[in-house]
């Protein structure tokens, strides 16, 4: 398939994988529709309001439902969080148009992977799996991705004109995902690790001989600018996250093991999202340079709580 058989393209997402991705889209002169769950369940709220924003100010046609949105495109998109993966997938399958790409970028399991895949094709759609291997905002429509399924050949020439820049992992679905999910164990299971650990070490004082042990051991690391990194992104993202890594924790019982690990990453995931939630510490704590003074109010609120 070429880009040019590719027509409109559709977003069904459009949080922050679905604005960059709409915003190098519609630079290259491309019609982008999107929609998202948010403009149902909360149209009203801030994220909603931004979402217009965005898309007026990008010259995205934002709809009111997945019908809209879906129309005449040729290639539909899916980011939206790791537990909406199928449902998005079942309630856009039969709004596509004949022989549309379904490119499904989500995180999720093997075994979800396979269930849209049944979705979208039993509906007359291609589906093409698509694992994204690391954080969209560095590299935004060329973050490396591995592309799954039965038409991951047949896509990846019009995928490549476009600007993303991916590789044929296998033409089963459920390769590419699975090498995602098993990558997010060390990745986010890292993130988790980070957090508990420095925390800890802060509460008593260690931190910089912690951090010197860690250099010595892992001199290839630089232990706070990644600290920091990852304090960052779970604040941004915990609930996101923690979301991901239960679909890992999925991917491993398929494999037959228990998703030990994985699903107390989640779980520090969501303790981190819960008291960004009910504090505002992405309003108070904005920069990605100090792990340490959001280490200081994580133990102050603990410290609170306490008493």
């Not at 590719?6 to 679905?18: D, K, R, W």
């Not at 217009?52 to 934002?62: I, S």
């Amino acid at each position: 398939m070429s880009a040019d058989a590719i027509g409109s393209i559709a977003l069904v997402g459009y949080g922050e994988v679905g604005t960059i991705l709409a915003e190098d889209l519609v630079k290259q002169g491309l019609t982008v529709s999107a929609w998202d769950l948010k403009l149902r369940t909360h149209p009203g709220d801030e994220a909603a309001v931004r979402m217009h924003r965005h898309a007026e100010a990008n010259g995205v046609r934002l709809c009111d439902g997945p019908a809209r949105a879906l129309a005449g495109a040729h290639l539909v998109i899916s980011v939206v969080t790791a537990s909406q993966t199928l449902s998005a997938a079942s309630e856009c399958a039969p709004l596509l148009e004949p022989g549309a790409l379904f490119l499904d970028c989500n995180s999720a399991s093997p075994g979800a992977k396979q269930s849209c895949a049944r979705t979208v094709e039993d509906s007359g759609g291609r589906y093409v799996e698509a694992a994204v291997m690391t954080s969209v905002p560095p590299f935004r429509i060329q973050v490396p991705m591995l592309l799954g399924g039965a038409w991951a050949d047949h896509a990846l020439p019009a995928l490549t004109a476009l600007g993303f820049k991916a590789d044929v992992a296998s033409d089963k679905v459920g390769v590419a995902s699975a090498t995602k999910m098993c990558r997010s164990i060390m990745i986010k299971g890292l993130e988790a690790m980070v957090i508990e650990s420095f925390t800890t070490a802060r509460a008593y004082g260690v931190e910089d001989a912690v951090i010197q042990s860690l250099v010595r051991t892992f001199p290839g690391l630089d232990w706070e600018k990644e600290g920091s990194y990852f304090f960052h992104r779970v604040l941004l993202h915990g609930r996101r996250r923690a979301e991901e890594m239960r679909e890992v924790v999925a991917t491993v019982r398929e494999a037959g093991l228990d998703g030990w690990i994985a699903g107390a990453a989640a779980d520090r995931d969501d303790w981190m999202a819960d008291l960004a939630d009910a504090h505002d510490l992405r309003q108070t704590h904005p920069g990605i340079e100090d792990w340490r003074g959001l280490s200081d109010h994580l133990l102050a609120l603990l410290k609170a709580k306490e008493n």
